[in-house]
């Protein structure tokens, strides 16, 4: 049973610069799929519609065992968080650059279904062969250590 789903893309395509956790409205089915550990960030972020903070793009897969009430795989999920949270959010959101990304998603300790969102920047192409090299190095001075 997996219990968390990082989106690893959102780290090398973007500085994270404000993480948050909210909670995300969900049907049953889709509230299995996520224990069953399908989901894909592929092309997921964060809107915001109406003073609501959305997330779109954010593949859950159809329920294996569900029946012809299964859900959509893709559509809109509306984030839960307060009103105070949102506006701050609101305004972080108006400088230039900045999006709002889903990172993970996870079980909190009352097997809720909750998602780790953050505030970011994109990297340029000299940043993410940076990184790249970096980790690269990382993994060379462990393999020697060992």
């Not at 903070?53 to 065992?65: C, D």
Request: aromatic share 8%; glycine share 6%.
């Amino acid at each position: 049973m997996a219990k968390e789903m990082n989106n690893r893309q959102a780290y090398f395509n973007y500085y994270i610069e404000d993480k948050y956790v909210a909670g995300i409205a969900l049907l049953g089915t889709e509230v299995k799929s996520i224990r069953d550990g399908k989901v894909s960030f592929n092309d997921a972020f964060c809107l915001f519609d109406d003073g609501e903070l959305w997330v779109r793009g954010l593949y859950i897969a159809e329920y294996s065992h569900g029946t012809t009430n299964n859900h959509i795989a893709v559509h809109d999920r509306k984030l839960l968080l307060t009103k105070k949270e949102l506006k701050k959010m609101e305004v972080k959101l108006k400088d230039k650059g900045v999006t709002i990304v889903p990172l993970r998603v996870f079980l909190n300790e009352k097997n809720l279904v909750k998602v780790e969102i953050g505030f970011a920047k994109g990297k340029k192409l000299h940043d993410k062969r940076e990184t790249i090299k970096n980790r690269d190095a990382d993994r060379e001075i462990k393999r020697h250590l060992k």
